[in-house]
């Protein structure tokens, strides 16, 4: 079943932040993080494992909270190259996705 | 350089015409997928192979046709049986077999299906 994502999308000036959502009615093994410019390939930013560590890719980190069957992806002073799709993925050995969060980042 | 290369880049389709979508890896990965993204709806998944000659259908398999017939190929053919093909194809490839979702997908650039 496909995860939820909130929020569809943000606008955000540079140097602010924003809190991604993907939330899942099923037990989660784990969640993926992607990025997609527009007409590219999405691109792999993190994966997040059971144990709700959080995880870091530049100032773009993550959680996960396996109770609530949910994760978050936190962008930190937010950067023009940020903006893009986000995907999250979930499932055991394939994945389902999300409908993305559009974000777009202006000077 | 490793990767995943899809081809070709824009394709059109004429009523009642099969066409076929290429996708090779040389990462050596044992899975290859297909998915299909329409705007708003995310990546929908078409179909899978975690090995060659074995594939399986995901959720919106109507209307496509797949073989893995050699570990880095996976050509996707769009069928006349699809009625509105229209959309943005990608294909990835990953590990298989490590439990607890740890095989990471990489992404084709895309082809870009329209009908004329």
């Known amino acids: 079943q496909q995860p939820v994502q909130s929020p569809q999308a943000v606008i955000l000036r540079e140097g602010e932040d924003a809190v991604i959502n993907c939330s899942s009615s099923?037990?989660?093994?784990?969640v993926h993080w992607y990025r997609q410019k527009h007409g590219e390939a999405p691109v792999f930013l993190m994966i997040?494992?059971?144990?709700?560590e959080q995880k870091g890719h530049d100032k773009i980190s993550a959680s996960f909270n396996e109770k609530k069957q949910q994760s978050s992806l936190y962008l930190t002073a937010s950067q023009l190259s940020y903006s893009g799709t986000y995907f999250c993925?979930?499932?055991?050995?394939?994945?389902?996705f999300g409908a993305g969060t559009t974000v777009t980042v202006r000077a | 350089d490793g990767g995943i290369t899809q081809s070709p880049k824009y394709l059109f389709r004429k009523e009642g015409q099969n066409v076929t979508l290429s996708c090779e890896q040389n990462?050596?990965?044992?899975?290859m997928y297909w998915y299909r993204q329409d705007p708003g709806q995310g990546l929908r998944l078409i179909y899978y192979?975690?090995?060659?000659?074995?594939?399986q259908k995901g959720d919106i398999a109507e209307g496509y046709s797949v073989s893995r017939e050699k570990k880095e190929s996976f050509p996707l053919t769009v069928t006349s049986a699809q009625k509105n093909p229209t959309a943005f194809y990608l294909c990835?490839?990953?590990?298989?077999?490590?439990?607890?979702?740890?095989?990471?997908?990489?992404f084709g650039a895309g082809t870009r299906l329209s009908v004329l």
């Open positions: 990835a490839s990953s590990t298989w077999g490590l439990a607890g979702g740890k095989n990471i997908q990489y």
């Open positions: 099923k037990a989660l093994y784990s």
């Open positions: 997040l494992l059971k144990g709700g």
């Open positions: 993925g979930t499932g055991d050995y394939k994945l389902s």
């Open positions: 990462l050596n990965h044992d899975a």
């Open positions: 192979s975690q090995i060659v000659n074995d594939f």
